[in-house]
């Protein structure tokens, strides 16, 4: 079986209870936490994986130089959809029967979860989408013209744009009736999604903000400064700094 090569730089990592689905510049591996053992290598990505995410019992990944989307067996690893993005993929998230795609092309592209088909084409931003997240209600983008976009599900209508980041947005995380967002200006900025209304923003980084995750209470922040910290949602007050 192949395993990761020490070489290849990990660009992104998702974790569900024991598992791992590791995206590196080499392929995206399967591994078992407890064992430290690689499960499966999922094979067919050519070059880097930006993006991967557990969904239920299947594993989605966006490949950057070879354009797909793909969708995996969690315990067979094996491949059960291939989807052609159009571009490179920085980002992916999955609800239910849709699929999310954030492109190098500066669009958002929704896919039927079943066919692969296309549903929408998303052109509102004006350069690239690095970030994606989607629940029953919202869909929200983040992107290099420094906007996060709100779009409502499933009519993928421009709902609102959230203006106030001074660089690259790079990720965002949309939970309830919030939404978090990182970015290039070192901030993490929190918004409430019902408005549009700018609640917080979450200073403390010396540099980009690169993943955020929003987590009940909690928002988790990791940036290129090597540190990762964990912020109050509701006060915005930084609670732990782990570097």
């Known amino acids: 079986m192949k395993t990761p090569n020490d070489k290849a730089a990990v660009s992104v990592v998702a974790v569900q209870g024991n598992l791992a689905a590791v995206g ?5 591996f399967l591994i078992d936490l407890a064992t ?16 991967v ?39 992916v998230a999955a609800h239910e029967n849709l699929l999310v795609a954030g492109l190098r092309d500066n669009t958002v592209r929704v ?27 919202r869909m929200v983008s983040g992107s290099d013209d420094r906007k996060v976009r709100v779009y409502a599900v499933p009519s993928f209508e421009l709902v609102r744009v959230l203006e106030g980041h001074t660089n690259v947005v790079y990720s965002v995380a949309l939970e309830g009736d919030r939404i978090v967002s990182g970015s290039a200006d070192n901030t993490v900025r929190v918004w409430d999604a019902r408005n549009g209304d700018a609640l917080h923003v979450l200073q403390g980084h010396s540099n980009d903000v690169l993943s955020v995750s929003l987590l009940g209470s909690e928002i988790v922040s990791g940036s290129e400064d090597k540190s990762v910290r964990i912020w109050d949602a509701e006060t915005g007050a930084s609670t732990r700094v782990l570097d």
Do not use: C
Request: charged letters at 20%; glycine letters at 12%; proline letters at 1%.
């Open 36 to 51: 430290a053992s690689v499960l499966h290598a999922l094979q067919g990505h050519t070059g880097n994986v930006m993006s």
């Open 24 to 28: 590196t510049f080499d392929g995206l």
């Open 53 to 91: 995410i557990f969904d239920g019992d299947e594993i989605i990944s966006g490949g950057y130089y070879d354009q797909t989307v793909r969708v995996w067996d969690k315990m067979s690893g094996r491949e059960t959809l291939r989807i052609d993005a159009g571009s490179w993929v920085w980002s």
């Open 111 to 137: 896919f039927d979860r079943a066919s692969g088909g296309p549903r929408h084409v998303l052109t509102e931003a004006t350069d690239e989408v690095y970030a994606v997240a989607i629940d029953a209600q």
